[in-house]
């Protein structure tokens, strides 16, 4: 299994910050696992995993409104 499919399952649901999920990406993933290319899109994914939408749905209804 490659490298990039572990750091995968590894950050899922994890809510990580783009910042940390580039740096261990960066140190963990070979780089014959992914097109250099694709890498900006490739962290958005993974960001994405690590903080579903559901997640970001619940912070929205529970955050109080903003004040004018």
């Known amino acids: 299994m490659s490298s990039y499919i572990n750091f995968a ?3 899922k ?3 990580f910050t ?3 999920i ?3 990406f960066n140190k963990l ?3 014959d696992d992914y097109d250099r290319g694709d890498k900006r899109s490739i962290l958005a994914r993974l960001t994405e ?4 939408i559901e997640d970001n ?3 929205a209804q529970t ?3 903003l004040q004018d």
């Open 63 to 65: 955050a109080s409104p």
């Open 29 to 31: 993933v070979e780089r």
């Open 9 to 11: 399952k590894a950050v």
């Open 22 to 24: 580039a740096r261990w």
């Open 13 to 15: 649901v994890q809510r």
């Open 49 to 52: 995993l690590s903080n579903p």
């Open 18 to 20: 783009r910042e940390i």
């Open 57 to 59: 749905d619940k912070q």
